[in-house]
């Protein structure tokens, strides 16, 4: 089979090709149609009933697989290693879910889990999944009010955590800052139940608060509960343009079928292979590929904690693959530029046996050409770079090494995977020819798998994504498909950045830099940085009245940003300005300030109500005259 037959026969029946990938799931009530187009960007498998936990856990359990790993745990913070089969992985999450639904959680309802890379964050997850709660993780790196603003939407009965986090250096004190968030926040759970880490225990202060095992004391294990196809597995908060963050809705019944196709076409990943996505359960990445794709296919998956370097070496990941035989790891390119940094000659990729070791995955920003061919000669191995967002859930561009592996052309995020028909198109929505740049969009219905919509709010889901180009779903990226069919994504057409693989939206950024009582007004953009791709740089106006000292100003709005945003924005860059740059209708120019930003040539909107302002900027950057038309 080539990539060439499995995109033909896609495109020749898709339900058909769908309906055939659902052979991979155990369903308790079959489906009355394949496909509903009507309904959002199109709705897969109604009328069936499935359960999305029995599919990742029991039917391995009772299928012969009860012994087999299901998951491996490394963490390099505190040495610890776990195992858990699958038999394990059930008894374990089925208490966790029985003592959710005693106290009180019943289908539907959600479930808000803020917690590290530990495997009691996985039990949490896959327990929602078993009696049909929607799970909605936060990244552990974001700070009590981005908490408080999920909170708010997603209304959760039950909250899970943890005592603290592990960062290189520090411990993340999770409790505390949940406290905040929920006093910040106007929805109150009925209930906060807290893991205690050994390396620091958290105080339980509050009436709601419960201990992890205090809460499952006694508790009856559960049984999975069936759910229609279409009912949300789950909601994760991803960056909008502003600081209201959009909670994607995730379904059952096509995300199983999509992930579980993918696990084998795009990975090539079997039952009983071990498969390693190195990210974090608060990011899509994590819910696709650590949890469920793995765990759907009867593998094994490794859940890490960590960092590609300095925990202890750069070395770190090539001996975990070594010890557990992973079979294919999906990263950030961020991740392997920190590597290549630490270890430009590969030393520790020559000391380890990587024998068994088949592909290198990469997504979450644009992998550079360099970084992929370094890897690729280091590692011997297919480098894959593949283009995904929360909102698809899988990827729409990428290179199927299970199915025939096409060409792989640096700096393309490979060719549209089934499921995804990919258009570039002009501001008009006309498609542009081969090797034009333009706004890149999917044809609906989208695939399986793909948002079902964002959390209550129909009319934001049918505004961001579907209103500019009818017809189309708008994925905000921007880049071009060669005369070979090989899509480039360069850039976002929208306010979002790419940090270190995480996707941050300049808007919230601002929002937080706006409560400084000095500032006037602000704009923050993403200026290029070697290691982690982009990173966020503020220009700040202050108050016609204010005498505050530039350098205390931003040093306040780095700590600003911090303590509401998070560390994960890794905002660290300011510069006070006298004047933002903006057109004529008031709409600040970020790119422009991105390039002078960057030292690039940039050149002078004909809309700019002051082009002034953009030398003075440059000056003040130490880039003069820069500008490339006058
Ligand atoms: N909880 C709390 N804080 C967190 C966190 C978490 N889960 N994850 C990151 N942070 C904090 C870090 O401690 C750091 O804080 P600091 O400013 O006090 O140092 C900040 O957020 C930025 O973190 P990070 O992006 O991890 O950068 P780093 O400088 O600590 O490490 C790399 C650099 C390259 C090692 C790291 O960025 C990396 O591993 N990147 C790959 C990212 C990835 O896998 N993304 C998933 C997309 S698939
Ligand atoms: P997230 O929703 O956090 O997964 O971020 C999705 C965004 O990350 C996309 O819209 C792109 O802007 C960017 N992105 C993800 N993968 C790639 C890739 N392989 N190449 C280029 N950009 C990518």
């Not at 759970?189 to 205690?196: A, I």
Request: glycine share 10%; charged share 20%.
């Amino acid at each position: 089979m080539t990539y060439a037959d499995v995109r033909q026969r896609w495109r020749q029946d898709p339900e058909a090709f769908w309906a055939e990938a659902a052979a991979g799931i155990d369903w308790v009530e079959p489906w009355t149609s394949v496909l509903d187009a009507t309904q959002g960007a199109g709705r897969w498998f109604p009328g069936a009933r499935l359960n999305t936990c029995y599919n990742a856990i029991d039917r391995h359990a009772d299928g012969g697989r009860g012994d087999q790993p299901a998951l491996l745990f490394e963490s390099t913070m505190t040495g610890r290693q776990e195992s858990y089969t699958y038999s394990e992985l059930r008894t374990t999450v089925a208490r966790l879910a029985g003592a959710m639904q005693r106290s009180g959680v019943e289908p539907g309802d959600r479930v808000l889990i803020y917690m590290p890379m530990v495997p009691e964050a996985a039990f949490a997850i896959l327990a929602c999944a078993r009696i049909g709660a929607v799970h909605s993780v936060v990244f552990g790196g974001f700070a009590a009010r981005e908490v408080a603003t999920r909170i708010d939407d997603a209304t959760p009965k039950l909250i899970i955590s943890a005592s603290c986090g592990l960062e290189p250096g520090r411990k993340v004190f999770y409790k505390p800052l949940l406290d905040d968030a929920i006093d910040l926040a106007s929805h109150t759970p009925e209930r906060h139940v807290v893991l205690q880490r050994e390396e620091q225990a958290a105080e339980l202060n509050r009436d709601i608060d419960l201990e992890w095992h205090e809460f499952q004391d006694g508790a009856e294990p559960a049984d999975c509960v069936p759910v229609a196809a279409t009912d949300p597995l789950y909601l994760l908060y991803t960056s909008g343009t502003t600081g209201q963050p959009k909670g994607i809705v995730r379904d059952n019944g096509g995300h199983a079928v999509a992930l579980h196709w993918s696990m084998k076409a795009i990975y090539d990943i079997d039952a009983g292979d071990t498969f390693w996505a190195a990210s974090d359960i608060g990011w899509v990445v994590g819910h696709s590929y650590i949890i469920y794709a793995p765990l759907l296919r009867g593998a094994t998956t490794v859940m890490f904690e960590g960092k590609p370097v300095g925990t202890p070496d750069a070395g770190v990941f090539w001996r975990i693959i070594e010890r557990h035989r992973v079979k294919a790891l999906f990263t950030a390119p961020t991740a392997i530029r920190a590597i290549r940094r630490e270890d430009p000659d590969g030393e520790f990729v020559k000391a380890s046996d990587l024998s068994h070791f088949t592909g290198l995955f990469v997504a979450g920003e644009r992998c550079d050409p360099p970084t992929l061919k370094w890897a690729g000669e280091q590692l011997g191995v297919p480098v894959i770079d593949h283009w995904w967002q929360t909102e698809t859930g899988w990827s729409v561009a990428g290179n199927t090494l299970g199915a025939g592996l096409v060409d792989i052309r640096p700096g393309s995020a490979g060719k549209p995977m089934p499921g995804w028909d990919v258009q570039v198109v002009d501001p008009e929505g006309q498609p542009v020819p081969a090797g034009d740049t333009g706004a890149i969009v999917v044809r609906l219905p989208l695939g399986p798998g793909a948002l079902a919509g964002l959390w209550q709010a129909e009319e934001r889901f049918q505004q961001a994504y579907l209103t500019t180009f009818p017809g189309y779903y708008e994925t905000g990226d921007a880049g071009y498909l060669d005369e070979d069919g090989y899509l480039y994504v360069m850039t976002r057409t929208d306010d979002i950045i790419n940090v270190a693989g995480h996707r941050l939206s300049t808007g919230a950024i601002e929002e937080v830099i706006a409560l400084h009582p000095a500032v006037a007004e602000c704009a923050v953009t993403g200026i290029k940085d070697k290691l982690k791709g982009q990173l966020p740089m503020g220009f700040i106006c202050t108050q016609a009245d204010s005498s505050a000292n530039p350098q205390t100003l931003i040093d306040e709005c780095v700590a600003l940003v911090r303590q509401h945003v998070g560390a994960v924005a890794a905002f660290k860059r300011a510069v006070v300005v006298k004047r933002l740059p903006k057109t004529r209708s008031g709409k600040i120019l970020r790119g422009t300030l991105a390039k002078i930003a960057d030292g690039e040539p940039y050149s002078v909107p004909a809309t700019i109500d002051d082009p002034e302002i953009l030398n003075e900027i440059s000056t003040q950057l130490g880039h003069p005259g820069n500008t490339n038309d006058g």
